[in-house]
């Protein structure tokens, strides 16, 4: 769908989900198409149950509630799914964290939820886009109708408000033309269009009596007073024509009041004037306000006109309005009109993102409706008013960032409500009122991280809702109110994470359950509750997968399945039952997957594409289903994957591709379709490395990357885009390592690294952006080496043992700690050993220089080096054996040449240890015992091994005269060297003559 009118949605949501909510809003701004209406200072609960969301809601064309256990447990967003089923608004639920079906409020559960979780929400987004594109016309023009709807019933249902001529037939004709996904006719709305339809008729035959009458009272005026016959004249062309000309029609009731002054004769003709003039003022009041509503609605739904431009124009309504109000200046009902008017132009500078001239709007709107309410302060109307005021600009702060001045703004609107409510106990409307006020002040306080106070809200809330249920059993409503205040509670009972704060939660999620099967089982017919059934099954469901219960999740997921395709069999049109049906089926087939069930969950989502197909080509238009098809393509694919089915699994991901592509160049401007391309070349990309189709693999990646610096440059500050940067560069460094290029690799992770830097400064609260942080580091010292490879590795590990402590770690990354102490240790490692060979090195340069005491102290640096880089207590292999046998050697050897002998028989006792059998650690071994005054211990070496052969086939006597003649020439020496050499000499010439001694020949026979 490619209208190019923008769609007004208020987005309701518990304020724990506001980062979500944040980049949700963004994508919905960012398509073009939609104008979000957004209490930014606790979305779920109502203005002032009517005042501050009850204007939103009705301002709107779709609500989209964003469904989390907070937000199904908040009692506020349970208010507003209420009031925009009551007003008839369309609903679209969007899932972003796990939740209980079960506790959803009854208008969301009968919903097939778009899914935002897993960190979907590009997908989802576009799946919500293609949703809230379908029937826009109709649904614009249904809430505009309805909102008039509700103003006559705010109104106490004047016949002023009620539709006349062709806007009455266009009504009528625009209900007869209901889509069968459009929300239910609202009861108020076909109350009014009766009424209208039967004060259409009256109207009719009064004004053919009154022009009767009026054509009589000319003729008695004898043609006396031409101006009187000229306002009649006028009078009756405008009572014909629908005058809106106002300030003109109430000078003329003016004139004629004078002229019932001046003459007793004319006062028949002049009261029937001015009767006729006050009901021309009320039609010109009535087409003044409605043009305003119409000019600003218009001008909310076209893009790019400047700011210059929309002054001009709201400027233009605003004259014709104060052009009235000249003429009476004190009438409050024009005041009013006035106030609604800035309300009105307020909300299309917030909609067109002109925040200052909004705020302006809004305050001066607030101005007026301050002193209507000071002037009557028993006037209700007027009071509520002030309270919406309030809440558009606290709506607005919020939006700016200015939360604390948001939070003002509503809590003033939830004192008026308290004292509207205290004045008038009995009416539940006042009291719902502050149930819905407290929801958002929870929702508020929440996002401000007062959990306490969020709690304490909401128990109030629920504490006035569980009262009104009980006064009113057979008020669903009420009744529904309760369960999600249950909801909100049980949710955020869960999140803070107390003891018992599972069990707490379930027991809110199955009150919220019961109350909704109740409804279900009173109202069998109303597929609403029936829906909102399956909707809490899966709440429970969810709770219970977290809970690891899976057999207890697997049967809640399986009855919401069951009532989903009950629903979806006896409404085989309706395709928000046929879509619940294959969202049942791919969480079946998720949690299937999880029990390892491949064959049952590949089934459930195979038959969920079917299901998905079948929308798709029933309404190819539908960007919607040709997205959600292309979801369960990747689902597919990943499941054929994980079964080494990769040729199957690179059909499903390119026919996804194929799709993404053709919304994408349908929508060039919708930055969700385009980033679905890169993530489906992302999906791509991998497969293809696996198969080890490098260029094709890189080809992807690289596209992937172009794409999202396109819409990161567009939008620089969009944290996921700005993420999906980070994301590409790492995929490409990985592939470059892999090929061998180190240098490429790390400037692409160090790329990544700088960006997540400085997301997680932006965000320093962000879980996901300081472990992002952690991923790079590990990354950058996966393509590097030494120092710098250490440094990373080491913020690192101190990074991820900061998540941990705080038990911020899932379970994917609670092994990150371990794994990178271990890489840690290997570097470490890696540059001790090299720092042992360049020792080791250095040690033989300086002896063979003759720098004996520098060779021997750098021969030592080279053991100590090899003893860190190996962990503790472990045992030697062959090569590091070899490696330190041969340092113990060369460290003994050098250690005689700078004296110290001690040592060296300390290092020549180790060598021996781990080579017993080595003449080289004997030598030295002797060598230092005989310096250190143990002559005879020496000279017992140096005569047990006369006549070996060292390793490398040298005479051992000879070696010892070698090493003698060395320590000789560098200064070292003792007086029985030349003794055990020619000692050893001796014993070798004894060993010689020995060995030719002739040996008795053997007797012959």
């Not at 101006?227 to 004139?255: H, K, N, P």
């Not at 209507?372 to 700016?400: C, H, M, W, Y």
């Not at 979806?568 to 998720?590: C, H, M, W, Y």
Request: glycine share 6%; hydrophobic share 45%.
């Amino acid at each position: 769908m490619t209208d190019s009118t923008t769609s007004k949605i208020f987005v309701s949501y518990s304020r724990a989900d506001t980062g979500f909510v944040d980049d949700l809003v963004a994508g919905l701004e960012a398509d073009g198409a939609f104008a979000v209406l957004i209490d930014r200072e606790g979305i779920g609960h109502g203005e002032d149950w009517q005042a501050r969301l009850g204007a939103l809601i009705l301002e709107c064309d779709t609500m989209v509630f964003v469904m989390s256990p907070d937000s199904l447990q908040s009692e506020i967003c349970a208010w507003e799914v209420e009031e925009a089923l009551r007003v008839g608004r369309r609903i679209v639920p969007v899932l972003w964290r796990v939740v209980d079906f079960d506790a959803a409020p009854p208008g969301l559960s009968a919903l097939n939820a778009v899914p935002f979780i897993e960190n979907q929400v590009i997908r989802g987004l576009a799946k919500l886009t293609v949703a809230l594109k379908t029937d826009l016309d109709w649904l614009r023009a249904q809430s505009a109708l309805s909102a008039r709807a509700e103003e006559w019933g705010a109104r106490d249902k004047t016949p002023e408000l009620l539709l006349r001529g062709a806007p009455l037939s266009e009504a009528q004709d625009l209900l007869a033309r209901r889509p069968a996904s459009a929300p239910e006719t609202p009861a108020l709305l076909t109350a009014y269009l009766a009424a209208s339809a039967a004060e259409e008729e009256r109207v009719l035959e009064d004004q053919a009596r009154q022009i009767a009458e009026l054509q009589a009272a000319i003729a008695v005026a004898n043609g006396a007073r031409r101006r009187i016959r000229a306002w009649l004249a006028v009078a009756v062309v405008a009572l014909i024509g629908a005058l809106s000309a106002g300030g003109y029609a109430f000078v003329q009731q003016q004139e004629a009041t004078k002229a019932a002054a001046r003459a007793d004769a004319e006062a028949a003709a002049a009261k029937t004037a001015r009767l006729r003039a006050e009901r021309n003022f009320a039609t010109a009041e009535r087409a003044i306000n409605s043009l305003i509503f119409d000019i600003a609605q218009d001008l909310e739904n076209i893009e790019g006109v400047s700011l210059a431009a929309l002054r001009r124009i709201l400027g233009q309504a605003q004259t014709a309005l104060d052009r009235l109000l000249a003429s009476d200046p004190t009438n409050r009902r024009l005041l009013r009109s006035k106030a609604a008017a800035h309300i009105k132009f307020g909300d299309v500078y917030a909609k067109t993102g002109n925040g200052d001239a909004a705020l302006a709007a809004y305050e001066e709107g607030l101005r007026i409706s301050r002193k209507l309410a000071k002037a009557e302060p028993e006037n209700t109307l007027f009071q509520r008013d002030v309270s919406v005021s309030l809440e558009r600009i606290g709506n607005l702060r919020l939006r700016r960032g200015e939360a604390d001045a948001a939070l003002t703004g509503h809590e003033e609107a939830l004192r008026i409500r308290r004292k509207l409510a205290k004045a008038a106990p009995e009416n539940t409307q006042f009291q719902r009122g502050v149930s819905v006020s407290l929801g958002r002040i929870g929702d508020l306080r929440l996002r401000r991280g007062e959990a306490d106070a969020a709690l304490a809200a909401y128990e109030e809330g629920l504490a006035i809702a569980r009262k009104l249920a009980k006064a009113a059993p057979e008020n669903t409503l009420f009744q529904r109110d309760v369960s999600l205040s249950l909801m909100r509670i049980g949710d955020l009972r869960l999140r803070r994470g107390a003891a018992d704060a599972a069990l707490a939660a379930l027991a809110a999620y199955e009150e919220g359950l019961a109350i909704n099967r109740k409804l279900a089982r009173a109202e069998p017919e109303n597929t609403q509750f029936q829906r909102d059934v399956s909707v809490s099954l899966d709440s429970i469901g969810n709770l219970r997968l977290r809970q690891g219960e899976a057999d207890a999740a697997l049967a809640a997921y399986d009855e919401a399945l069951r009532i989903r395709r009950k629903l979806a069999k006896a409404e085989p049109k309706n395709t928000l039952f046929q879509r619940d049906v294959s969202l049942s089926l791919v969480r079946i087939g998720d949690l299937r997957l999880r029990r390892g069930e491949a064959d049952a969950a590949l089934a459930a989502y195979e038959e969920a594409l079917r299901i998905f197909r079948k929308l798709a080509k029933a309404e190819p238009e539908n960007t919607l289903f040709q997205y959600e098809m292309g979801f369960s393509l990747t689902k597919v694919g990943d499941l054929r994957l994980r079964r080494s089915e990769a040729d199957a699994a690179l059909a499903a991901y390119e026919e996804g591709l194929r799709i993404s592509r053709k919304l994408a160049k349908a929508e060039p401007e919708n930055t969700l379709f385009q980033r679905d391309v890169s993530l489906s070349l992302e999906r791509i990309g991998d497969l293809r490395r696996r198969r080890g189709e490098a260029d094709a693999a890189r080809a992807a990646y690289e596209e992937t990357l172009t794409i999202a610096r396109k819409l990161a440059k567009a939008e620089p500050e969009n944290t996921l885009f700005q993420r999906d940067v980070s994301l590409s560069l790492e995929r490409i460094g990985d592939l470059r390592l892999r090929r061998g290029e180190a240098d490429a690799a790390l400037a692409a992770y160090e790329e990544a690294l700088r960006i997540r830097r400085k997301l997680a400064k932006a965000e320093p609260s962000s879980v996901r952006a300081r472990s992002d942080i952690v991923r790079s580091l590990v990354k950058v010292a996966s393509a590097t080496k030494g120092a710098k490879k250490l440094a990373a590795l080491r913020e690192a590990l101190k990074r991820v043992d900061k998540l941990r402590a705080a038990g911020l770690l899932s379970a994917s990354q609670k092994t990150w700690p371990d794994i990178i102490r271990r890489a840690l240790a290997r570097a470490e490692a890696e540059v001790a050993f090299s720092e042992a060979f360049r020792a080791a090195k250095a040690s033989k340069t300086a002896f063979a220089a003759k720098a004996y005491t520098k060779a021997a102290a750098e021969a030592q640096k080279a053991l100590v080096a090899f003893d860190r880089a190996l962990p503790k207590g472990a045992k030697l292999n062959e090569k590091a054996k070899a490696l330190k046998i041969g340092l113990l050697s060369r460290a003994s050897f050098y250690l005689q040449f700078s004296r110290n002998f001690a040592e060296a028989e300390k290092l020549a006792r180790a060598h021996a240890k781990l080579e017993p059998d080595s003449l080289i650690a004997q030598g030295n071994l002797a060598n230092a015992r005989l310096f250190q005054g143990d002559s005879a211990g020496a000279r017992k070496i140096y005569l047990r091994y006369v006549g070996k052969k060292l390793k490398d086939g040298r005479d051992w006597a000879a070696t010892v005269a070698e090493d003698f003649a060395a320590l000789r020439k560098a200064g070292v020496s003792h007086p029985e060297m030349d003794a055990i050499i020619e000692a050893m000499a001796a014993k070798a010439r004894k060993t010689d003559d020995k060995k030719k001694e002739p040996t008795e020949a053997a007797p012959k026979e």
